[in-house]
């Protein structure tokens, strides 16, 4: 990503690099329509470069994002209302594909081919007309020495901003570590939950999709109340309290739900 960063705040090719991963990405999860137990390997190696390219896509809507508004009150309402979007749009997806799994009567490899049917047409749909329409070509953010290299100007611009910021701000480097194991923890998090509800509790996949579903619909209200939290008490209390929050959650689940007896359909 450093190389990406590079790239994306001192050339002109910001647009080019967010449409170029965003189309790769759809086209991938295109091809994950053939999964199955013969191409799983296959389909888990194309999952890294679709990783990639969501990284690299999410590298290029952050550029984007602090050009909305000047004003931290402002971009916090965008954040507040593009999370609900989001969370909405999640939650429709599921329950549409729930609902089209009990209609069809699929299995678990049938629910995965009917999800990534849906997410490569609304996905080819709604990036092509987002990129070809609303998102412009931005001008270089920076000017790079002529002879510097992306692929070693953005690590050694990391690296001069970490010594900057340990000499001369010891505690926004220390909030930078905590967001970096925080969201590394939260991926993981995602992974290790659909494998535990299904080798700890025995959930069906569809019993799986229905308590996801569950989780990003609270999240919409979820997402305006932490607004409202976020205005009266300040970014960085409330980022601790949501770090606290989702600790205690995480560390008490496994207790009270650690067999399928207590997943409450047995």
């Known amino acids: 990503m450093p190389i990406v960063g590079a790239i994306v705040d001192h050339s002109e090719k910001r647009w080019h690099i967010g449409f170029g991963s965003v189309l790769l990405l759809c086209l991938i999860n295109m091809v994950q329509v053939i999964v199955s137990e013969d191409t799983w390997v296959f389909i888990a190696v194309l999952q890294l470069f679709a990783g990639f390219c969501y990284t690299t896509h999410l590298v290029v809507v952050y550029a984007y994002l602090p050009e909305l ?150 999240a919409i209200p979820g997402s305006l109340i932490f607004r409202k939290v976020t205005n009266k008490i300040g970014l960085h209390e409330s980022y601790m309290l949501a770090l606290f929050y989702w600790f205690s959650v995480t560390a008490i689940s496994p207790i009270f739900m650690n067999e399928p007896s207590q997943s409450g359909n047995r």
């Open 69 to 218: 508004s000047n004003d931290p009150e402002e971009l916090n309402r965008i954040n507040s209302i593009t999370n609900r979007f989001v969370y909405l749009g999640q939650f429709v997806f599921l329950f549409t594909a729930i609902v089209l799994s009990f209609i069809t009567g699929a299995e678990d490899v049938g629910q995965a081919r009917i999800s990534q049917v849906m997410v490569s047409v609304i996905g080819l749909i709604g990036y092509n007309y987002t990129w070809m329409t609303k998102m412009k070509n931005r001008p270089a953010l920076n000017v790079m020495d002529p002879n510097a290299s992306y692929l070693t100007f953005g690590f050694r611009k990391i690296s001069k901003t970490l010594h900057g910021l340990k000499d001369e701000f010891k505690p926004v480097l220390t909030f930078l570590v905590s967001i970096t194991c925080a969201e590394a923890a939260t991926a993981a998090f995602v992974s290790i939950a659909v494998t535990y509800t299904t080798a700890v509790l025995e959930m069906e996949v569809k019993e799986t999709g229905i308590l996801i579903a569950l989780v990003i619909f609270f």
